[in-house]
Nanobody, 114 residues
């Protein structure tokens, strides 16, 4: 049974920072974060391959940084200069090669107040 355990999240004022973490019970080729705001579709925030290649949504480039610790099967998302529009439930995502299998964390709420 694959588990993705998320940590972090919470309430922060605009311009502030938060750090999300996600620990997986096994290794994955790609790990990352998606988010879903009320009434909107789930969207990619950032992902990183096990080789360290990052991919960011345009809306977070320059503000968010994704990192991985492959030895610990963990992925982190450092979120700086947060904006109210970043408010959403953030989901950890893990994929095997070719996305044959995709797993999701339980989600963690991030709320940015103006």
């Amino acid at each position: 049974q694959v588990q993705l355990v998320e940590s972090g999240g919470g309430l922060v004022q605009a311009g502030g920072s938060l750090r999300l973490g996600c620990a997986a019970s096994r290794s994955f080729v790609t790990m990352g974060w998606y988010r879903q705001a009320p009434g909107k579709q789930r969207e990619l925030v950032a992902s990183m391959t096990s080789a360290g290649t990052p991919n960011y949504a345009n809306s977070v480039k320059g503000r968010f940084t994704i990192s991985r610790d492959n030895a610990q099967n963990t992925v982190f998302l450092q979120m700086n200069s947060l904006k109210p529009e970043d408010t959403a439930v953030y989901y950890c995502n893990a994929r095997t090669q070719f996305s044959t299998c995709v797993y999701w964390g339980q989600g963690t709420q991030v709320t940015v107040s103006s």
